[in-house]
């Protein structure tokens, strides 16, 4: 029954916990892809934990070499990824509007009808003038400001004031040639707002005051290029966002001075009739066509675009992670500049209304308290204006992956980075133009912040040019990433995050989670996803490439096979094998997980007098190959340990039993033996008995197997029968049907004299050496198990490994692996109990004789805690090697706490064995 029970546990919760392991591997062991194809000497090297920034823009793979992927056997999708350039953008021309209604006037009613617009509201609903000006102007203060924040500190980028007078505007007719004409102007006496240049000044309207704020600094964005039809097949229903891109025109209908003057035709006054929504130019919304075109507009006129400009056909991300604050204080001052009140003062942040390349409304504020009346004109209050962008400046001085180097392994297998600074990138400079040609730009009203650049800086010699792009449409970057997974996360490229979270400062204190956030230049360490996707011929006109040239950075491919890793992976390593074949470095990438990397940044932060400091240590999700192999060999590597280490408890409490079990039928065996049984049939007569707990026991086996069906139910099921089977011929051999000796005492020569408790309990364990044996194995095996259980509870985790795919399928099976071993400690403890009792009627028989020879309490106590203490010693040894061996095969990080558990094992076991009782 014990084998039994043993058996049926200890195979239900090892063969459940196989199961779940199983699952949970096999669920997440596959990515989107499982080979990333690198160029020639970029490949693999001896460490499998890879940084997620592969795109380096360096290139190095052709699309013959492409096509050749493509076209061997067993490739269902071979998608191409490349860093195309990087792109300067200018938020220009902040404004702070006033509300200023004058009210319905000729003017309005004529650009009414000029521009056919018949849904404005009629003009006897329009309300009487409104204004948050007073009629007599009054001095004013405006104070701007531009904080930034990387997630941990707060940069002010500038504070810039400027003073002036502001009123209410007024009609005024005014004589023209010809007749008379209706103006908005200013009161008198106002001298409007003035920022440093290259701000423009403070000038009326018929519904607002505006007022031109300082500029905000650059920023840099990123762009990467793709194949559109076969990212969308990697991705799957995620990848929908690069439909737009899959039917943009071929090279040859890219003509930018072509497709620009086409939208300036069909730009007419009716184009808003319904509102901006339906203002729709060959398919092409209003927000994607309307920054093209003034783009196109500007570029003209600054006369930067050529026969040979491309349009760049883009896909751009939706919002930004870049934090910055724009505000605006308003006080209202007396003639010596003194505040008389607080106006107010309102704020906008960058936030998810930012769209690269494609924001076709200007950076506005309002002035506190005011109403925008724009809405009176239906769609004529659409305009299509300069917006946050200028035409984009277009490099290939772009930066490639950061440079990291790696520490020693941890004994999780993980490895700490320290990123490597590669120099200083100045931001927050305003750029080199100008409202007035006769002057230069004032750059007195900010103090250039300077972000370190931990990436490298690449610079391709092709002259191409000017590009000018049209944005076809939006994507997520954060549902990008969740399409990728996160257990088996594998990035997809410029375009797929991998945020940063600072956990400990310069000084190596802990602090709580902080996400940074990316720099305004694109250039540090925290990398937001790429401004925008492009395809290959717009990474081509951007940067003056040919077909033939090695412009692809990367290739991630899907082998065409069903199933996990394990299932998939003979398909998979010929694909990479083929692969390899052209010349090209492989990274099997199946059976991948992230894993949370520890990067030590240094010189992160310039402070105004030059000092420099580090940041600290942050992590960030990378890549560990081969995961899924070290997880699923870990984890059942320690459920086979604990099942085996169970059954051999079972087995020794088994040939305990038998011993136990023989010993009592002595009696029957020395009667049969005198009614003239011979001793052959004395044994067969005691063997069938056995033979058919046998036959229950293959029973059980038989059904526990054709329920598991798995080679360590079979293999736990032949070494239970083979335990049972040998205990049983062991037993009929003990089995000898002599009668007993006399019992009458020795002669005293023959017996040594002993007069101390601890020469006692020598001669009893010298005298009894099976029982004592069997004793100091049974605790032996107890210390084993304890240390088994520490080990599981303790360091189980580490042992699993550092990864994400390892931490949940610890959580699906660490608590059936502190079953099986609690289960062991169990079955060890019995045991001990089981050969404690061999001779405890014999102990109790030699303590009643002891004690009326006079010995007291306090020397029978002495005695037993003698014998135990000899067997918890010769035991030690056999416990602490137990829980070193199986530690290795469980947790191997932690011999010491198995050790440590063992031995305590041991002398609770030696303080429950001397407890006072009677």
Same mark, same amino acid.
């Given at each position: 029954?014990?084998?039994?029970?043993?058996?049926?546990?200890?195979?239900?919760i090892? #063969?459940r916990a196989q199961?779940s392991l199983g699952?949970?591997?096999?669920t997440?062991?596959r990515?989107?892809?499982?080979i990333l194809v690198?160029?020639?000497?970029?490949?693999?090297d001896?460490?499998t934990?890879?940084?997620? #920034?592969?795109?380096?823009?360096?290139?190095?793979?052709t699309?013959?070499?492409?096509?050749q $992927?493509?076209g061997?056997? #067993?490739?269902?999708?071979?998608?191409?990824?490349?860093?195309?350039s990087?792109v300067?953008?200018?938020?220009?021309?902040?404004?702070?509007?006033a509300?200023?209604y004058v009210g319905? *006037?000729?003017?309005?009613?004529g650009?009414?009808?000029?521009?056919?617009i018949t849904?404005?509201?009629?003009?006897?609903?329009?309300p009487?003038p409104d204004?948050v000006l007073? +009629? +007599?102007?009054?001095?004013?203060?405006i104070?701007?400001?531009?904080v930034?924040?990387?997630g941990?500190s707060?940069?002010?980028l500038?504070?810039?004031? @400027?003073?002036?007078?502001?009123?209410?505007?007024?009609?005024e007719?005014?004589?023209?040639?010809?007749?008379?004409?209706l103006?908005?102007?200013?009161?008198?006496g106002?001298?409007?707002?003035?920022?440093?240049?290259?701000?423009?000044?403070?000038?009326h &309207?018929?519904?607002?005051?505006t007022i031109?704020?300082p500029?905000?600094?650059?920023i840099?964005?990123?762009?990467?290029?793709?194949d559109p039809?076969?990212?969308?097949?990697?991705?799957?229903?995620?990848?929908?966002f690069?439909?737009?891109?899959a039917?943009?025109?071929?090279?040859?209908?890219?003509?930018a001075m072509?497709l620009g003057?086409?939208?300036?035709?069909?730009? /007419?006054?009716g184009l808003?009739?319904?509102g901006a929504?339906?203002?729709? $130019?060959?398919?092409?919304?209003?927000?994607?066509?309307s920054?093209?075109?003034t783009?196109?507009r500007?570029?003209m006129?600054a006369?930067t675009?050529?026969e #040979?400009?491309k349009?760049?056909?883009?896909v751009?991300?939706?919002?930004t992670?870049?934090?910055?604050?724009?505000?605006?204080?308003?006080?209202?001052i007396?003639?010596?500049?003194? /505040?008389?009140?607080?106006?107010? /003062?309102?704020?906008?942040e960058?936030?998810? &209304?930012?769209?690269?390349f494609?924001s076709?409304k200007?950076?506005?504020l309002?002035?506190?308290g005011?109403?925008?009346?724009?809405?009176?004109?239906?769609?004529g209050?659409?305009?299509?204006?300069?917006?946050?962008?200028q035409?984009?400046?277009?490099?290939t001085d772009?930066l490639?992956?950061?440079?990291y180097?790696?520490g020693e392994?941890n004994?999780?297998?993980s490895v700490?980075q320290?990123v490597t600074?590669?120099g200083w990138v100045?931001?927050?400079?305003?750029? +080199?133009?100008?409202?007035?040609?006769?002057?230069e730009p004032?750059?007195s009203?900010?103090?250039?912040?300077?972000?370190?650049?931990?990436?490298?800086?690449?610079d391709?010699?092709?002259d191409a =040019?000017a590009?000018?792009?049209?944005?076809?449409?939006?994507f997520?970057a954060?549902?990008?990433?969740e399409?990728a997974g996160?257990v088996?996360?594998?990035?997809?490229?410029?375009y797929?995050?991998?945020?940063?979270?600072l956990t400990e400062d310069a000084e190596?204190?802990?602090v709580?989670?902080t996400?940074?956030k990316p720099?305004?230049?694109?250039?540090?360490?925290a990398?937001q996803s790429?401004?925008?996707?492009?395809?290959?011929?717009g990474l081509?006109?951007?940067?003056g490439t040919s077909?033939?040239d090695?412009? $692809?950075?990367?290739?991630r491919?899907r082998?065409?096979?069903?199933?996990?890793? @394990?299932?998939a992976a003979?398909?998979i390593d010929?694909?990479a094998?083929a692969i390899?074949?052209?010349g090209l470095?492989v990274?099997?990438?199946?059976g991948?997980?992230?894993?949370e990397?520890?990067?030590?940044?240094?010189?992160?932060?310039?402070?105004?007098d030059g000092t420099?400091?580090?940041?600290?240590?942050?992590s960030?999700?990378w890549?560990?190959?081969?995961?899924a192999?070290?997880v699923?060999?870990?984890?059942?590597?320690a459920?086979s340990a604990?099942?085996f280490?169970?059954?051999g408890g079972a087995?020794?409490l088994t040939a305990?039993?038998?011993v136990?079990f023989?010993?009592?039928?002595?009696?029957?065996?020395?009667?049969?033996?005198a009614?003239?049984?011979?001793?052959?049939?004395i044994r067969?007569w005691?063997? @069938?008995?056995?033979?058919v707990?046998a036959?229950?026991l293959l029973?059980?086996?038989?059904?526990?197997?054709?329920f598991?069906r798995t080679?360590?139910?079979?293999?736990v099921?032949?070494?239970?029968?083979i335990?049972?089977?040998?205990?049983s011929?062991?037993?009929?051999?003990?089995l000898k049907?002599v009668?007993?000796a006399?019992?009458a005492?020795?002669?005293?020569?023959t017996?040594?004299m002993?007069d101390?408790?601890l020469?006692?309990?020598?001669?009893q364990?010298n005298? *009894?050496?099976f029982?004592?044996?069997?004793?100091?194995v &049974?605790v032996g095996?107890?210390?084993?198990?304890?240390?088994?259980?520490a080990?599981?509870?303790?360091?189980?985790p580490?042992?699993?490994g550092?990864?994400?795919?390892?931490?949940?399928?610890?959580s699906?099976?660490? &608590?059936?692996?502190?079953?099986?071993a609690?289960?062991?400690?169990v079955?060890?403890?019995?045991?001990?109990l089981?050969?404690?009792r061999f001779?405890l009627?014999r102990?109790?028989?030699?303590?009643?004789?002891?004690?009326?020879?006079?010995?007291?309490?306090?020397l029978?106590l002495?005695?037993?805690?003698s014998?135990?203490?000899?067997?918890?010693?010769?035991a030690l040894p056999l416990a602490?090697?137990g829980?070193?061996?199986?530690?290795l095969a469980v947790?191997?990080? =932690?011999a010491?706490?198995?050790?440590?558990?063992?031995?305590?094992?041991?002398?609770?076991?030696? $303080?429950?064995?001397t407890?006072?009782?009677?």
């Amino acid at each position: 029954m014990v084998l039994v029970a043993a058996m049926l546990l200890s195979v239900f919760i090892q #063969d459940r916990a196989q199961s779940s392991l199983g699952q949970v591997v096999d669920t997440n062991s596959r990515g989107l892809y499982d080979i990333l194809v690198l160029p020639e000497g970029k490949g693999p090297d001896a460490d499998t934990l890879k940084q997620p #920034d592969y795109v380096s823009g360096t290139g190095g793979i052709t699309q013959e070499q492409l096509g050749q $992927i493509r076209g061997l056997a #067993d490739v269902g999708v071979a998608a191409p990824i490349s860093l195309v350039s990087k792109v300067v953008q200018d938020i220009e021309f902040p404004q702070l509007k006033a509300t200023d209604y004058v009210g319905y *006037n000729e003017n309005i009613e004529g650009y009414l009808e000029q521009q056919n617009i018949t849904d404005a509201v009629p003009a006897s609903e329009w309300p009487e003038p409104d204004s948050v000006l007073s +009629e +007599e102007p009054k001095n004013y203060r405006i104070t701007a400001k531009a904080v930034t924040s990387n997630g941990v500190s707060d940069t002010v980028l500038f504070e810039t004031g @400027a003073e002036g007078s502001l009123g209410q505007a007024k009609l005024e007719e005014l004589k023209v040639p010809g007749g008379s004409s209706l103006r908005t102007v200013a009161p008198e006496g106002e001298t409007g707002i003035k920022f440093p240049d290259p701000a423009g000044g403070s000038v009326h &309207g018929d519904f607002d005051l505006t007022i031109a704020l300082p500029m905000l600094p650059q920023i840099t964005e990123t762009v990467v290029a793709v194949d559109p039809a076969a990212e969308q097949a990697l991705l799957g229903e995620a990848g929908g966002f690069l439909a737009p891109l899959a039917k943009a025109p071929a090279p040859s209908g890219r003509s930018a001075m072509e497709l620009g003057d086409k939208f300036s035709q069909q730009m /007419t006054p009716g184009l808003f009739a319904e509102g901006a929504d339906s203002a729709e $130019i060959d398919g092409h919304p209003f927000r994607f066509w309307s920054p093209f075109l003034t783009q196109y507009r500007s570029a003209m006129e600054a006369g930067t675009l050529t026969e #040979d400009s491309k349009v760049i056909p883009l896909v751009v991300r939706s919002g930004t992670d870049l934090d910055l604050t724009y505000s605006v204080d308003i006080e209202e001052i007396d003639d010596a500049g003194n /505040t008389v009140a607080e106006v107010g /003062t309102v704020s906008k942040e960058l936030g998810e &209304g930012y769209l690269p390349f494609a924001s076709s409304k200007p950076f506005q504020l309002r002035w506190p308290g005011g109403e925008d009346y724009n809405y009176l004109l239906g769609s004529g209050g659409v305009q299509v204006v300069a917006g946050l962008h200028q035409p984009a400046e277009w490099t290939t001085d772009f930066l490639s992956t950061p440079e990291y180097v790696a520490g020693e392994a941890n004994p999780d297998g993980s490895v700490d980075q320290t990123v490597t600074p590669q120099g200083w990138v100045t931001v927050n400079e305003l750029p +080199e133009k100008t409202l007035q040609w006769q002057l230069e730009p004032d750059q007195s009203q900010r103090e250039p912040v300077n972000e370190q650049s931990y990436r490298t800086s690449l610079d391709d010699p092709a002259d191409a =040019a000017a590009p000018l792009p049209f944005v076809y449409g939006t994507f997520d970057a954060n549902a990008v990433r969740e399409a990728a997974g996160d257990v088996n996360y594998l990035p997809l490229g410029g375009y797929d995050p991998a945020p940063v979270t600072l956990t400990e400062d310069a000084e190596g204190n802990d602090v709580e989670d902080t996400a940074l956030k990316p720099g305004l230049s694109g250039a540090g360490l925290a990398v937001q996803s790429a401004g925008a996707i492009t395809d290959f011929n717009g990474l081509a006109a951007v940067r003056g490439t040919s077909d033939t040239d090695p412009v $692809i950075d990367a290739v991630r491919v899907r082998v065409d096979a069903a199933g996990s890793w @394990a299932d998939a992976a003979p398909n998979i390593d010929a694909v990479a094998a083929a692969i390899g074949d052209l010349g090209l470095d492989v990274q099997v990438v199946a059976g991948s997980a992230r894993e949370e990397v520890s990067i030590y940044v240094p010189e992160y932060h310039q402070e105004a007098d030059g000092t420099v400091t580090d940041l600290g240590t942050v992590s960030q999700s990378w890549v560990r190959q081969g995961a899924a192999s070290a997880v699923q060999s870990s984890l059942g590597q320690a459920s086979s340990a604990l099942l085996f280490l169970t059954l051999g408890g079972a087995a020794l409490l088994t040939a305990a039993s038998t011993v136990a079990f023989t010993r009592s039928r002595r009696t029957e065996a020395v009667t049969l033996r005198a009614m003239g049984w011979t001793r052959p049939r004395i044994r067969s007569w005691f063997l @069938a008995e056995l033979l058919v707990g046998a036959a229950a026991l293959l029973a059980v086996a038989v059904v526990v197997n054709a329920f598991s069906r798995t080679l360590t139910t079979l293999v736990v099921s032949g070494v239970v029968l083979i335990v049972y089977v040998a205990a049983s011929f062991i037993s009929a051999a003990l089995l000898k049907p002599v009668p007993p000796a006399g019992d009458a005492p020795s002669s005293s020569s023959t017996v040594s004299m002993i007069d101390t408790p601890l020469k006692f309990a020598l001669r009893q364990v010298n005298t *009894n050496r099976f029982n004592a044996g069997a004793v100091v194995v &049974g605790v032996g095996v107890l210390g084993a198990a304890a240390g088994a259980l520490a080990a599981v509870i303790l360091d189980l985790p580490r042992a699993a490994g550092s990864t994400a795919l390892g931490s949940l399928a610890l959580s699906q099976t660490g &608590g059936v692996n502190i079953a099986l071993a609690v289960l062991g400690v169990v079955t060890a403890l019995v045991l001990t109990l089981m050969t404690g009792r061999f001779d405890l009627a014999r102990k109790r028989e030699q303590w009643d004789i002891l004690e009326a020879m006079g010995w007291t309490p306090t020397l029978l106590l002495s005695l037993r805690r003698s014998e135990a203490g000899l067997l918890a010693v010769m035991a030690l040894p056999l416990a602490v090697l137990g829980a070193v061996g199986v530690s290795l095969a469980v947790a191997p990080h =932690a011999a010491l706490r198995a050790v440590a558990a063992g031995v305590l094992a041991v002398i609770l076991w030696f $303080i429950l064995m001397t407890r006072t009782r009677k």
